[in-house]
């Protein structure tokens, strides 16, 4: 059994960057896909970016391409999400998970952290 931690929220202005990181215990996910999510009040959780298990490939959502850029660390066990650019619609909950593989629907995916708030504020 996996647990994921995230952390690295907080409160942006518009413009600015943060950097998620999403931790693993109990397992290592080193042969895992990871993904970002996000879920904004109200709404239902979206997609955000995945990374195969080597960090070889990657894929992300329309609305956050060349904006955000998700990596790993195997050796460390941890997944990042580096954020720029930000925008009040990227307020949300993020939150990280795992899967077998590679998958935007968040039913693909296994074991998820407890999310980390991101406001972006205008």
């Known amino acids: 059994q996996a647990q994921l931690v995230e952390s690295g929220g907080g409160l942006v202005q518009a413009g600015g960057s943060l950097r998620l990181s999403c931790a693993a215990s109990g397992r290592t996910l080193s042969s895992s896909v990871m993904g970002w999510f996000r879920q904004a009040p109200g709404k239902e959780r979206e997609f955000v970016a995945t990374?195969?298990?080597?960090?070889?490939?990657?894929n992300y959502a329309h609305s956050v391409k060349g904006r955000f850029t998700i990596s790993r660390d195997n050796a460390k066990n941890t997944v990042y999400l580096q954020m720029n650019s930000l925008k009040p619609e990227d307020t949300a909950v993020y939150y990280c998970a795992a899967a077998k593989k590679i998958d935007s629907d968040p039913s693909s995916y296994d074991y998820w952290g407890q999310g980390t708030q991101v406001t972006v504020s205008s």
């Open positions: 990374i195969s298990w080597s960090g070889g490939f990657t």
